[in-house]
C-alpha cells in the first residue's frame, strides 16, 4: 500500500492524527504546513524568553490519546508526562465570592453546598448524573462515529434503549437546561460556560453540551512542559513512521483531474502528486475558494453569522498577588446576558467580559512553581470579524481595562511589563487561521440542527477529505484528534471499496 499517496493539507492536531494513523497503516504520507510550526491552534509563544501555551490548555479525554499512540505501536506515558487535576478550576464573581470545583463530585458537591446552601449541592448531584448519561448516550453513536443525520442518530441512540432520546434533551437550550437544574443564578453560569469550549452562547446553545460536566470530571490533566509538547509527540511519531512534515509550505490549491483528487500546488509553484488530500483547514478556507476554486463548492458555504467566537488573548508574565490563582480560573462577568448579546447580536467587545486566567506555573494546590514572575494567558471571548472588523488600537485597550479592571475587583494584583505581553486579536486569528474571521471552533453550535450541520469527513470530492475543529464531532483537543481519526477511517474504507 506504499504507493497510495495521501497529502495533508495543515498540521493541526486533526492533521497530525490523520496523518499518523494512515502512516502507520503504510501509506505514503505528507503534511503540508503554511506557519513555521506545527500545531495549528495548539501553538505556544515565547514571552520574556518563557513558552506561555497561546491556545488549548486543559486536556481531557486521555483515552483518546492513548488509543491514537497505542495504533502507532507507542505508548502516551513514554512521550508525555501528564498530571491529573485535583481542582478542575477555581470561579469567581467578585472579592467575596469564590468556588471550586473538583475532579471528586462529592467534593465539589460539598464546596457547592457550602456556597449556595445543601439543596443546591442535591441538584448539582442529580447534574452530575444527567450530564454522565448524556456522554454515554451520545459518545458511540455520535461523537466516536462518523457523523450521522438526525434520523441516523435517533436511531442509534434508541437502539440502546427506549428511554435514552430523553437522556440527551436535544431541543432545549444549554441556559434553559440548567435553569432547570440549578435554582442559583451563579451555578446556571458556571456550568453555561461550557457553551463557550465550542465557541457558542449558552442561550443558544443546545442542553448537550452539559456533557462536558462529565468529560471534565473523568480527568483534567496538565502537560508537563506545556501543552505544545502533545504536538512534539505526534511529529515524532509521524517521523519514525516514514511520514514527512513540511513547514513554512503554503497549499496553493488541490487539483482536481477527472473529477477527482490528483494533488497539490504549493506556494512555490510545484505541483505534489497524491491520490488523495485531507484538509485540516477550517471548512471556511474551502469554501471560500483560499484551496483553489476547483473544491469551492465540495463542503456547504457558511454564513458569517454562524461563525463561533473568537477572542482577545495576552499571554505574560507577571507577579500575582491577593486573590489566590489556581492553574485555571475563571471571573464572571457581572451580566452574562448582555456580554453574550454584545459578542452574537452586537458583534463587538464585551462591555463586562468574564476573563479566563490560565496560570502555567500553577500546580494544584494553587502554588506557583517560580519565585519571580509567573506565565498567564488572559484570555476573553471576542466576535468573529477578524476579517471584516480589525478592532483599533483603542478598542482593544478598552477591552483590557475593562478585563484587567474585573481581575482587580476579585482581588487579583498582577505586577507586569505590558510592554512584553503579547496580545493576539480576532485578525491576528484571521491572519493564522485564514477565512476564518478568527473563529476559533468552526460553525457556532446554536440549536439542535448545529450538530448535524458541521461537515463530515467526506466531501463531494473523491479523494478529498476533511478533518479538524471545524469538521464532526467538533472543537477542542480531543475532538480534533477524533476528527483526523475518522478522515483515516473514511479514506481507508474508501480505499477498500476500490480495491
Not at 484571521?430 to 471552533?441: D, M, S, V, W
Request: net charge neutral; aromatic share 8%.
Amino acid at each position: 500500500m506504499t504507493n497510495h499517496r495521501v497529502a495533508v493539507v495543515g498540521a493541526g492536531i486533526g492533521g497530525l492524527v490523520a496523518a499518523l494513523e494512515l502512516a502507520v497503516q503504510g501509506f505514503d504520507v505528507t503534511v503540508f504546513e503554511r506557519a513555521p510550526r506545527a500545531g495549528g491552534k495548539l501553538r505556544e509563544l515565547s514571552v520574556n524568553g518563557r513558552p506561555v501555551d497561546a491556545g488549548p490548555t486543559v486536556f481531557t479525554l486521555r483515552s483518546v490519546f492513548e488509543e491514537i499512540f497505542q495504533r502507532a505501536g507507542s505508548r502516551l506515558a513514554d512521550h508525555l508526562t501528564l498530571t491529573p487535576l485535583e481542582t478542575l478550576a477555581r470561579h469567581a464573581w467578585d472579592a467575596g465570592q469564590r468556588l471550586d470545583l473538583y475532579a471528586d463530585p462529592e467534593r465539589s458537591a460539598e464546596a457547592i453546598g457550602a456556597f449556595a446552601g445543601p439543596e443546591e449541592a442535591r441538584r448539582y448531584r442529580h447534574f452530575c448524573g444527567r450530564a454522565r448519561r448524556v456522554f454515554e448516550t451520545l459518545e458511540t453513536p455520535f461523537i466516536r462515529a462518523a457523523r450521522p443525520g438526525p434520523l441516523t442518530l435517533t436511531g442509534r441512540v434508541l437502539a440502546r434503549g427506549p428511554g435514552q432520546l430523553r437522556n440527551i434533551r436535544p431541543f432545549a437550550s444549554l441556559w434553559r437546561a440548567l435553569g432547570r437544574e440549578f435554582h442559583d443564578p451563579r451555578l446556571q453560569q458556571l456550568f453555561g460556560r461550557y457553551a463557550t469550549y465550542m465557541g457558542s452562547s449558552p442561550f443558544s446553545a443546545p442542553a448537550t453540551l452539559m456533557l462536558i460536566a462529565h468529560v471534565e470530571q473523568a480527568g483534567v490533566w496538565t502537560v508537563e512542559g506545556g501543552m505544545y509538547r502533545i504536538v512534539e509527540a505526534l511529529c515524532r511519531l509521524l517521523e519514525g513512521q516514514g511520514a514527512s512534515i513540511r513547514c513554512a509550505t503554503e497549499v496553493r490549491q488541490v487539483i482536481i483531474r477527472g473529477g477527482r483528487v490528483t494533488g497539490l500546488e504549493i506556494d512555490d509553484g510545484d505541483t505534489i502528486d497524491a491520490d488523495a488530500v485531507i484538509i485540516n483547514a477550517d471548512s471556511a478556507a474551502v469554501a471560500t475558494g483560499r484551496l483553489g476554486l476547483a473544491i469551492r463548492d465540495s463542503v456547504p458555504a457558511q454564513a458569517h453569522s454562524g461563525r463561533s467566537l473568537s477572542a482577545v488573548t495576552w499571554a505574560l508574565t507577571a507577579t500575582a498577588d491577593g486573590f489566590p490563582l489556581h492553574r485555571h480560573t475563571v471571573f464572571f462577568s457581572a451580566d452574562y446576558a448582555r456580554e453574550f448579546n454584545d459578542l452574537f447580536q452586537a458583534r463587538r467587545l464585551p462591555e463586562n467580559p468574564t476573563v479566563y486566567v490560565c496560570a502555567q506555573d500553577r500546580d494544584d494546590h494553587a502554588a506557583c512553581a517560580n519565585s519571580g514572575p509567573e506565565r498567564l494567558l488572559c484570555l476573553v471571548n471576542a466576535p468573529a470579524t477578524g476579517d471584516s472588523h480589525d478592532f483599533s488600537h483603542q478598542e482593544i485597550e478598552s477591552c483590557r481595562h475593562q478585563a484587567f479592571g474585573l481581575l482587580q475587583r476579585c482581588g487579583l494584583s498582577l505586577c507586569m511589563d505590558s510592554d512584553t505581553a503579547l496580545a493576539t486579536t480576532p485578525a491576528d486569528f484571521e491572519n493564522l487561521f485564514p477565512a476564518t474571521g478568527g473563529a476559533l471552533y468552526g460553525p457556532v453550535s446554536h440549536g439542535w440542527r448545529a450538530s448535524f450541520q458541521r461537515p463530515g469527513s467526506r466531501t463531494r470530492v473523491p479523494g478529498l477529505y476533511l478533518a479538524g475543529g471545524s469538521t464532526h464531532p467538533g472543537a477542542g483537543v480531543p475532538m480534533a484528534a477524533l476528527s483526523g481519526r475518522q478522515a483515516a477511517l473514511a479514506l481507508l474504507d474508501d480505499r477498500s471499496g476500490r480495491q
